[in-house]
C-alpha cells in the first residue's frame, strides 16, 4: 500500500529524473554554445576547408558540409516522406492483405532498430554493381561502380528515414476521428477522396513530427556518410555545382556532411582541431532546430479568420 | 410556454390521413404497396373527417416556418410534403444484421413514407442505431458485419450488387450524434459535397448561391453569413449540428438519416433543431434515432418501437405512443423501462 511517504519518495524520484534531463541537455547545449560560437563567422560558414590544412588542422570553413548535409536530406526525404507516407496510409485505411500489413510492420520495425552502418555496408554491395553506375561513377572498366555519391547516400538515408515518418504519420491517422471519415462517406466520397481531403489533412501535425525526426535522423547519421559518400572532407565543390547542367554531375560525386566533418576534425579523427568540430556541431544542431519550427508551424493549420 | 406548443390544424389533418392510412391496411397490403403502389387491391384512403387531436398530442409546428410545408395542402386532400402515404421511399424487409455472429436485428421490417418523419425509439442496445447506419450502408464498414434482407429505396435494393456506394450515400444522407463538422471553415464544410463531382474544381463565387440556399434551409445562414471563412469548430454545439445538416443538404438527399442529434445540445439548440427537422420533412424524408421520446412525440408523423433487436411494432406516431398494441411498447412509452 501507498504510504504517504513512499509517495512522496516517487514524487521526488520523479523531479529528480526530470532534473538531470534537463541539466544533461543544458550542459550539453552551454559547452557547444561556448565551444562553438567562437569559431563562427561569416567565412566559417561560406568556404571550403583551406588547401594544405591537413597538416595544420582543419582551416578554412565548413561550406561543402553544409551544403552536403542539406543535399542528403532534401533527396532523402524526397523518397521518404511520399514512400512513408504511402505506407502509413496502408498499414492505417487499408491493412489489405493482412500478411502484406504485418510484413511491412515488421519490415519498419526492423528498418527502425537495425544501425545504419549495416544498411550502408549492404548500400555499398548493390551500388557498386556496375549497372547502377549511373547513380555514382564507374570505376574504371571494371564494370562497377564507386558507389559512393550523394545520390546512394540520399537513397539510404531514405531508409533510415522511413521509419519515423510511417510511425508518427500512422498514429496521426489513427488519431482523426472515425466521425469525420464516416461523415464524409455519408456526403458520398469515396475512400481515396476521404483520405485525401479528410484523413491526410487531419493527420498533418502528426505528419510534420515524423518528417522532422526523419530530417534529425538523416543529419545525424555518419556511417552512411563515410561509406556512401566518400571521405572528401577536405574536398571543396567545384565552381557552379549548383548549375542545373552540373548538378547531375555533382550529385553523382563524392562529398561530405557536417557528421563526418565533425568526427574528421575533432581530437577523434585526422583534423584534431577540435575548435572547428564544435563550430560545425552548432552549425548542425541550429539546421535540426530551425527545421524543426519552420515544418512544426508550417503543418500547423489555420482554418480561416482568426 | 413558447411556439413549439402552438397547435396546428394542418399537421393535425395530415396526422388523421395518415392514421387512416395505416388502419385501413394491414401488413400485407402495406408489403403489396411496396412492391406495387398501383396495386389495384390495396384499399384506397378513405374521405372521412380528420380525428379530433388534443392540443397535447400535436406535434411541434414551426412558428415561423417559411416554407412550412404542411401549410400546403393538394386538391386531393392530402398534406402536399406527403402526396400518398403509401408511396415507401424507404422500405426495410427482413434485414438482419449480426457483427462477428452475433446477431444484433433479427429480420427488421420498416417502412418510410415519403416526405415524413420516422421516429426510431426503443431501449439501449436494440439496434437502433445499427438499423440507421444499415440504410445508407455505413455498417459495412465494420469488417465483422454481416447483413441480409433487403432496404429498399424507391423500390430498388440498396444491398443489390452493382449498387453505387457514393450515389447511395449522396441520396441518404446521416447526421450523426454528436455534431462532427469537418476542421474547415464554413463554407468549406457545405462546398465539401459540392466540390470534387465536377471535373474541375468550381470557383467560390459558382457555389456562393448554393451555399447560401443550403445554409438557409438549415436556418443558420443569418448566424453565419458574415463568418463564412471562421471556422467550422469555432461555432456553438447546436451551430455545429445544424451546420452538418446544412452540410448534408448540400449533397440534395432524398433520405436523411439522423442518429439522436439533439443528444449533445442544450434545450434551446434541441428546438432548433427540432423545428428544423419539422421545415424540412415534405422535401425529404427523414429517419430519426432518439432517447427521447417527448421529442419523438413532438416531430415523429411515424413510430417504430425496437426492443432486442425486434420491431415490436410500428405505425403513426400518435398511434405507437397514444394507443400501442403490445404491452412491452405499452411499458416502454409509460417510462416503465428504457
Redesign the interface.
Known amino acids: 500500500m501507498p504510504t504517504r511517504l513512499s509517495d512522496r519518495g516517487g514524487v521526488a524520484a520523479a523531479y529528480a529524473a526530470g532534473g538531470v534531463l534537463v541539466i544533461a541537455v543544458t550542459v550539453i547545449m552551454a559547452w557547444l554554445v561556448w565551444q562553438g560560437i567562437s569559431t563562427i563567422s561569416w567565412d566559417f560558414l561560406t568556404t571550403g576547408p583551406a588547401p594544405g590544412s591537413l597538416e595544420q588542422g582543419v582551416a578554412g570553413g565548413i561550406l561543402p558540409a553544409l551544403v552536403g548535409t542539406l543535399i542528403v536530406i532534401v533527396f532523402g526525404m524526397l523518397v521518404a516522406i511520399p514512400l512513408g507516407l504511402g505506407v502509413a496510409i496502408f498499414l492505417t485505411e487499408y491493412r489489405q492483405p493482412n500478411w502484406l500489413a504485418k510484413g511491412t510492420d515488421t519490415a519498419i520495425d526492423l528498418i527502425f532498430g537495425v544501425p545504419s552502418v549495416v544498411f550502408a555496408l549492404f548500400g555499398l554491395a548493390i551500388f557498386s554493381q556496375g549497372w547502377l553506375s549511373w547513380l555514382s561513377n564507374p570505376v574504371g572498366d571494371a564494370g562497377m561502380a564507386t558507389a559512393q555519391s550523394f545520390f546512394c547516400a540520399s537513397l539510404m538515408m531514405a531508409l533510415i528515414g522511413l521509419p519515423p515518418v510511417v510511425r508518427s504519420s500512422q498514429a496521426a491517422i489513427l488519431g482523426v ?1 472515425n ?2 471519415r ?9 475512400r481515396l ?1 476521404t483520405i485525401r ?2 484523413v491526410v ?2 493527420a498533418r501535425p502528426g505528419i510534420a513530427t515524423g518528417i522532422v525526426l526523419g530530417i534529425g535522423r538523416i543529419a545525424g547519421d555518419t556511417a552512411i556518410v563515410w561509406i556512401l559518400l566518400g571521405g572528401a572532407v577536405l574536398q571543396s565543390p567545384p565552381d557552379g555545382w549548383y548549375l542545373p547542367w552540373n548538378l547531375v554531375d555533382f550529385l553523382r560525386s563524392e562529398g561530405s556532411t557536417l557528421t563526418t566533418y565533425i568526427y574528421f576534425s575533432s581530437p577523434a579523427g585526422e583534423g584534431n582541431s577540435p575548435g572547428p568540430a564544435y563550430g560545425a556541431a552548432f552549425v548542425l544542431m541550429v539546421v535540426i532546430l530551425f527545421v524543426n519550427i519552420a515544418l512544426i508551424r508550417l503543418s500547423r ?1 489555420k ?4 | 410556454m413558447d411556439p413549439m406548443e402552438t397547435p396546428s390544424n394542418d399537421r393535425a389533418d395530415e396526422r388523421a390521413v395518415r392514421q387512416e392510412w395505416r388502419h385501413s391496411m394491414d401488413r400485407t397490403a402495406d408489403l403489396k404497396a411496396a412492391g406495387d403502389p398501383t396495386d389495384p387491391t390495396v384499399p384506397a384512403v378513405a374521405a372521412e373527417p380528420p380525428a379530433p387531436t388534443t392540443a397535447a398530442d400535436v406535434p411541434a409546428a414551426p412558428a415561423a416556418a417559411p416554407e412550412a410545408p404542411a401549410a400546403a395542402t393538394s386538391s386531393s386532400g392530402h398534406p402536399a410534403h406527403v402526396a400518398d402515404p403509401r408511396d415507401l421511399v424507404l422500405a426495410i424487409r427482413g434485414l438482419r444484421v449480426s457483427f462477428s455472429g452475433n446477431e444484433i436485428l433479427h429480420g427488421v421490417d420498416i417502412d418510410a413514407p415519403r416526405g415524413g418523419v420516422v421516429a426510431l425509439v426503443g431501449p439501449s442496445g436494440c439496434g437502433k442505431t445499427t438499423l440507421l447506419r444499415s440504410v445508407n450502408r455505413l455498417t459495412e464498414l465494420a469488417p465483422t458485419a454481416s447483413i441480409t434482407g433487403e432496404v429498399q429505396l424507391d423500390g430498388s435494393n440498396i444491398y443489390d450488387r452493382g449498387t453505387d456506394l457514393n450515389l447511395l450515400r449522396r441520396r441518404v444522407g446521416m447526421v450523426f450524434q454528436q455534431p462532427n463538422p469537418f476542421p474547415m471553415t464554413i463554407f468549406d464544410n457545405v462546398a465539401f459535397a459540392m466540390r470534387e463531382q465536377a471535373k474541375t474544381r468550381p470557383s467560390r463565387s459558382s457555389l456562393m448561391p448554393a451555399v447560401q440556399d443550403v445554409l438557409q434551409r438549415a436556418g443558420l445562414w443569418d448566424e453565419v453569413k458574415d463568418n463564412l471563412d471562421r471556422n467550422a469548430l469555432s461555432l456553438s454545439g447546436g451551430q455545429q449540428q445544424r451546420l452538418c445538416i446544412a452540410r448534408t443538404l448540400a449533397a440534395n438527399p432524398e433520405v436523411i438519416l439522423m442518429d439522436e442529434p439533439c443528444s449533445a445540445l442544450d434545450p434551446r439548440s434541441t428546438a432548433r433543431i427540432e423545428e428544423l427537422i419539422v421545415q424540412l420533412a415534405g422535401s425529404l424524408t427523414i429517419v430519426i434515432v432518439t432517447h427521447n421520446l417527448a421529442q419523438a412525440k413532438r416531430i415523429g408523423d411515424y413510430a417504430a418501437y425496437l426492443l432486442n433487436g425486434d420491431v415490436i411494432e410500428q405505425g403513426l406516431a400518435q398511434q405507437v405512443f397514444e394507443d400501442p398494441t403490445e404491452q412491452s411498447t405499452r411499458d416502454f412509452v409509460s417510462g416503465m423501462f428504457g
Do not use: C, N
Open positions: 476521428p466521425q469525420q464516416e461523415a464524409s462517406y455519408s456526403l458520398g466520397k469515396g477522396t481531403r479528410i489533412p487531419g493549420r482554418i480561416g479568420k482568426r
